[in-house]
């Protein structure tokens, strides 16, 4: 069983629609949780940064943890063509001695198409 | 602009040749990280670097080697031991300031083919 697992779709959906990405983990040590955008040949880039559970929104876009069901969810309101991408989601926790090295844990991205 | 160049953005391996992917960054980060990325597997770490002259393996790490001889640098060679080197691979950098030493900034990626 993968630590993170992630619908990987694909999702396609019609514009202005709502869009519900989410994944689930098995390491109940995973603390920070991120969400990130890849479009076609380009590298991620960092939408949502989130530490321990709760909400985080930003614009368009709503990140949710529950850590008591180990599951986490990125939220597109009034979704665009643009947001047409693979979305991964990201974890990690502290290391040993509580120093992180920064290894994250992805999920195996959710490929989303936004058609006009 | 700051950020992380890779070059090339294309490349093809022959058989039994070690090829390096180039990385630098201008984002004075001190971590840096290069990922694998195979369709439908997310990316996996195959060596990171949290200072200059100092790097720990990933989770796939037989088969590369890396040098972090400049801040700015992390050279990825995958040797002629890799079986399987085509893959998408990606080069990252973070800042190590707590609470957050993640990866948060990708380069563009160089797409390593077999010849």
């Known amino acids: 069983q993968k630590e993170v697992e992630q619908d990987p779709g694909p999702l396609s959906v019609p514009e202005g629609a709502i869009v519900s990405l989410n994944c689930t983990y098995s390491?109940?040590?995973?603390?920070?949780f991120m969400w990130y955008r890849q479009y076609s040949r380009k590298g991620p880039e960092l939408l949502m940064y989130?530490?321990?559970?709760g909400n985080k929104e930003d614009g368009r876009f709503t990140a949710q943890v529950d850590k008591s069901s180990k599951y986490i969810s990125l939220f597109i309101r009034d979704s665009q063509p643009s947001d047409s991408a693979t979305y991964l989601c990201?974890?990690?926790?502290f290391g040993a001695g509580g120093t992180s090295y920064g290894k994250l844990t992805f999920g195996q991205g959710t490929i989303l198409t936004v058609h006009p | 602009d700051g950020g992380i160049t890779q070059s090339p953005k294309y490349l093809f391996r022959k058989e039994g040749q070690n090829v390096t992917l180039s990385c630098e960054q201008n984002l004075n980060h001190d971590a840096m990280y290069w990922y694998r990325q195979d369709p439908g597997q997310g990316l996996r770490l195959i060596y990171y670097s949290q200072i200059v002259n100092d790097f720990q393996k990933g989770d796939i790490a037989e088969g590369y080697s890396v040098s972090r001889e400049k801040k700015e640098s992390f050279p990825l060679t995958v040797t002629s031991a890799q079986k399987n080197p085509t893959a998408f691979y990606l080069c990252a950098s973070s800042t190590p300031d707590r609470p957050s030493n993640q990866p948060q900034h990708f380069g563009d990626g160089t797409r390593l083919s077999i010849l």
């Open positions: 989130t530490y321990s559970s």
């Open positions: 990201a974890m990690s926790a």
């Open positions: 390491n109940s040590a995973f603390q920070y």
